[in-house]
């Protein structure tokens, strides 16, 4: 699919299941999956940083002590300047501890530092598998309640990237469905879409 819906200013936007973003479009509806559309952004956004973008950070109130194991410390020696790309200002802290003093700007499910630890977890030293990683577990969740402006911006960044139709990882980020695909599936007379 290479065609972008156009939204206007007016679409209307529900959320389903704590899950979906629908949003009516002219000739039928959009449904977005709002992970995997958010996954999309903050990929390409940290793509963009390790490029050499200039990262937005937020600095944390009281800096965040890790203690890592052994691979998660070599992973993080591995990927010190990709990670200090995206906004995370680390330092080592002792043999296998390290304190972090700010992290990406935006990122909801922190967690005192479980995210990094996460990411660090994660399969995969090099810089693309830690992109996905970095985005798939910064990216809001299934079952999160989104506001209309929060399904709005979402939506706009989304149509924004280079690959609005599929998550870092290649799945769907949406489905389209027209007017002539529902009124064939309620088995009415099928007029031609507008």
């Known amino acids: 699919e290479s065609e972008r819906p156009v939204i206007t200013t007016g679409s ?3 959320q389903l299941h704590q899950s979906f ?4 479009i002219r000739g039928g ?3 977005v999956d709002q992970h995997a559309a958010h996954e999309r952004i903050l990929f390409d956004s940290a793509k963009r940083n390790i490029e050499g973008s200039q990262a937005v950070v ?3 109130l009281f800096p965040a002590t890790l203690e890592l194991t052994h691979e998660e410390f070599e992973k993080y020696e591995q990927l010190r300047d990709e990670l200090n790309a995206l906004g995370f200002e680390i330092e080592s802290f002792g043999p296998r501890a390290i304190i972090i003093r700010s992290i990406p700007a935006g990122i909801k499910n922190w967690e005192e530092g479980k995210l990094l630890q996460r990411i660090l977890g994660d399969e995969g030293a090099e810089t693309d598998a830690m992109l996905k990683s970095f985005a798939c577990r910064s990216a809001v969740k299934a079952g999160t309640s989104l506001s209309h402006e929060e399904m709005e911006s979402l939506t706009d960044q989304l149509f924004a ?3 609005p139709f599929t998550c870092p990882h290649g799945r769907p980020t949406m489905l389209r469905l027209g007017i002539a695909d529902l009124e064939k599936r309620f088995q ?3 007029r031609p879409e507008k």
């Open 21 to 24: 973003i629908l949003i009516q």
């Open 29 to 31: 509806m959009v449904i």
């Open 12 to 14: 209307l936007y529900w």
């Open 58 to 60: 937020q600095s944390l």
């Open 161 to 163: 990237t280079e690959f």
């Open 188 to 190: 009415r007379t099928v």
